[in-house]
């Protein structure tokens, strides 16, 4: 599963307990976030993460990155620089190994200090390389998204070992046609790192269901058009010859109130890879 938890904005401790109720509902075995916030400063110290506040109610190991510059969203928080952004990782599998990768800007562009995350996790069939990202939002910022996309692939491909594909999860504010989702994906147009190829599971969703994950919801979110945007994914790396991390299906979900209150301004996305025995199931990766 992936979700951009919208950070702080809206009522958020609210939306905070719809988020929970919405993931035991849900009850991803993996879940990539991005937008979380930790309280603290740097170093966490004395503060709260919701990554790790989560991981508790939810009985899941956690891993989190903070984003490398933190200004801008300080600014949206009224100049208030004790509450962090970052992305995390949440697994009901224990987490085998962490790395982080900054992902660049390009001249003329503000840094966000965006961040890919990495969680090596302990799978059954052997481990699961698992990655979750955020890039930036810009509407003319595709080349610098594609500039993210280029390390991002690199980071991958130095991570993507053992039995099961890569993983990638993650916001990526680009549609699907958009150049930089083509290009993580690799089949469209050349890939961003030679041989590396990633499925969009959204391509194994049932067509008449709704896919689109922002501006589903809450009068905050601008929709450029009639239908809500697609930028959030889940993409997988070819299936081995047992077909282990086949995508079975793909759907929508966290699209719906809870008490009332809608717990992020995206849906998340929700797919089911295949275990080596084709009896069981990895469920919500």
């Known amino acids: 599963m992936t979700w951009n938890l919208w950070w702080r904005f809206g009522g958020w401790q609210e939306r905070r307990e719809a988020i929970l109720r919405t993931l035991e509902a849900e009850r991803p075995d993996v879940l990539g976030l991005q937008e ?33 510059a933190q200004d801008r969203w300080h600014a949206r928080n009224g100049g208030d620089t ?10 009901r599998h224990p ?10 800007t390009l001249p003329g562009h503000r840094d966000d200090g965006k961040t890919a995350l990495h969680a090596l996790l ?20 595709s080349a610098v998204r594609c500039a ?61 269901l709704p896919q689109g994950t922002w501006d589903i919801s809450t009068e905050y979110a601008v929709n450029f058009g009639d239908r809500p945007s697609c930028i959030d994914y889940i993409l997988v790396g ?29 849906a998340a996305v929700i797919a089911e890879l295949a275990l080596p025995d084709p009896s069981l199931k990895l469920s919500g990766a």
């Open 238 to 266: 070819l299936p081995g010859p047992d077909s282990r991390g086949w995508v079975r299906t793909a759907r929508r979900a966290g699209d719906r109130q809870v008490a009332g209150v809608w717990p992020s301004d995206h």
């Open 36 to 68: 979380v916030w930790a309280s603290g400063g740097p170093d966490g110290a004395g503060g709260e993460n919701l990554a790790e506040w989560l991981a508790e109610r939810l009985g899941m190991h956690w891993a989190w990155s903070r984003a490398a």
């Open 95 to 104: 987490i085998l190994a962490t790395a982080e990768r900054r992902l660049p």
């Open 82 to 91: 004790s509450v962090d952004v970052g992305v995390a990782v949440l697994s």
């Open 122 to 141: 302990d799978v059954p069939g052997g481990p699961l390389p698992f990655f979750t990202t955020h890039l930036n939002s810009g509407v003319a910022e």
């Open 148 to 208: 993210q996309v280029r390390e991002l692939a690199a980071f991958v491909a130095e991570h993507a070992r053992g039995p099961y594909p890569p993983v990638v999860t993650g916001d990526f504010n680009a549609e699907p046609d958009f150049d930089e989702v083509r290009l993580i994906c690799g089949y469209k147009t050349a890939p961003a790192v030679p041989g590396l190829v990633l499925l969009d599971a959204w391509r194994f969703a049932d067509p008449a």
